[in-house]
């Protein structure tokens, strides 16, 4: 009997999956305030704290064409001066109120988390309403976080992993967004300047975008007068969304050459998206060819009967505007070659003679199963519900899961294996010294 263990590739899907059992004890109610901002909430009255969180869509992707890394420099601002405070006396008065709030933002989204005590919710909320429609941008504090930001990127410069990982973004989608870093480069970072930082942040954090979770020690009246106070200040609209990325992928070997023992590799094809009716198929597929942890195929050809590397993964990269089948491994540059030959053939097996009936019910378990580890407090649950709102679920979506993962079949999960993985779509970029391996363009 085959056993899975938590991937360390982690998929959008991977937490509801896992938090089944426990979501399915809570009651999620849609609550709409009285000013149209709509959310979920669920009520939770024995501890006094609320975890919010927000997800404001477009993220990094709404960069203005010249002003790459804009979004990225102007959230990491968002807590350095507001109002009359500095950053300082910003991270002061949040200690003062027991509160925090974290800000991040990535290709697809800029996603803000809140959490306060019930005693302190109004001035908590003030607050953080305060960091983003009063953001005051410090010229200091611009030219200190770009000087951090341009100094990590330097330093990635160094790193094999990421620039296997960029150039394998580059080749795949070009020109759109997704084909350059968030963070920018440290050219068009060190052109930002504070005009830029307001730009970004009316292009992104707008009131038609957003979702929105709380979870905790709040009604549904109090959240709806709570949103309307800390967002109602936002523009309804904002720059236009991305377009859809046009796949410009083509099969074959990429080699860049770095000094380096382990060659570090990067691959992928075309993939394919939630709302793709063969996505619960595919994404049981994943998780026995290469997401299931040290149990799937991957791993165990590659790893334990060759020694070849300490760690293998594939994952359906399901983004916004495009969709990607990937993995990654590191090898010694002696037998990385062998490595690639390995993967490819496991990639062609399984399309060709799909899966086994105990395969298939050995994921159907872990996926169905006893692993509710995301779900251990007010603020994971929160964060599951505002991804599933991002990603166009129904707020029932928690009680119907298990019972699609269940009913795919053998014929199903095959049927998928043999239309989506393709090892002639494969491209492969590799980063070391790879011996005996040609490149091929």
Do not use: C
Not at 272 to 285: K, N
């Amino acid at each position: 009997m085959m056993r899975f263990v938590l991937p360390l590739v982690a998929s959008l899907l991977t937490a509801p999956l896992l938090a089944g059992a426990a979501i399915a004890e809570t009651d999620i109610q849609p609550v709409t305030s009285p000013g149209g901002i709509d959310a979920w909430l669920v009520e939770e009255h024995s501890i006094p704290f609320v975890a919010l969180e927000l997800r404001f869509a477009g993220g990094a992707s709404m960069d203005l064409a010249d002003k790459r890394g804009a979004t990225y420099l102007m959230t990491a601002l968002l807590e350095e001066g507001s109002g009359e405070m500095d950053s300082q006396e910003f991270a002061k008065a949040t200690d003062a109120l027991a509160a925090s709030f974290s800000f991040d933002v990535s290709s697809d989204a800029l996603s803000i988390s809140a959490r306060f005590l019930s005693e302190n919710r109004d001035e908590a909320v003030d607050l953080l309403h305060q960091s983003l429609v009063d953001t005051t941008f410090p010229e200091d504090a611009i030219a200190r976080v770009q000087g951090q930001i341009t100094s990590s990127l330097r330093s990635d410069e160094q790193d094999p992993q990421t620039i296997g990982s960029r150039a394998f973004a580059a080749m795949a989608f070009g020109d759109h967004p997704y084909g350059s870093p968030v963070e920018g480069t440290i050219d068009s970072v060190e052109a930002l300047n504070r005009d830029d930082m307001f730009t970004a942040r009316d292009n992104v954090l707008v009131r038609d975008r957003v979702s929105v979770a709380a979870v905790g020690d709040i009604t549904p009246e109090e959240l709806g007068a709570l949103l309307d106070h800390l967002l109602g200040d936002l523009p309804e609209g904002g720059a236009p969304l991305p377009q859809m990325a046009e796949l410009s992928l083509t099969p074959g070997v990429t080699i860049i050459p770095f000094d380096t023992p382990q060659a570090q590799v990067i691959w992928g094809q075309e993939g394919l998206g939630l709302e793709d009716p063969d996505f619960f198929p595919a994404f049981i597929l994943n998780t026995i060819l290469g997401g299931g942890g040290f149990e799937s195929r991957l791993m165990h050809e590659v790893r334990e009967k060759r020694g070849l590397t300490y760690g293998v993964y594939s994952w359906i990269a399901d983004r916004d505007y495009a969709d990607l089948w990937q993995g990654a491994v590191a090898s010694g540059n002696e037998r990385v070659a062998e490595a690639i030959l390995v993967i490819r053939d496991e990639w062609s097996r399984i399309a060709e003679d799909g899966v086994t009936e105990e395969e298939l019910e050995a994921a159907k378990k872990y996926m169905t199963g006893e692993y509710p580890l995301r779900f251990d407090g007010n603020g994971p649950i929160a964060s599951i519900l505002v991804s599933m709102q991002h990603d166009g679920m129904s707020i029932d979506y928690p009680d119907s899961r298990n019972d699609r993962v269940n009913a795919v079949t053998l014929e199903d999960i095959n049927r998928v294996a043999k239309t989506w993985l393709d090892p002639d779509k494969l491209r492969f970029v590799v980063v070391g010294q790879p011996e005996d391996l040609d490149e091929v363009n």
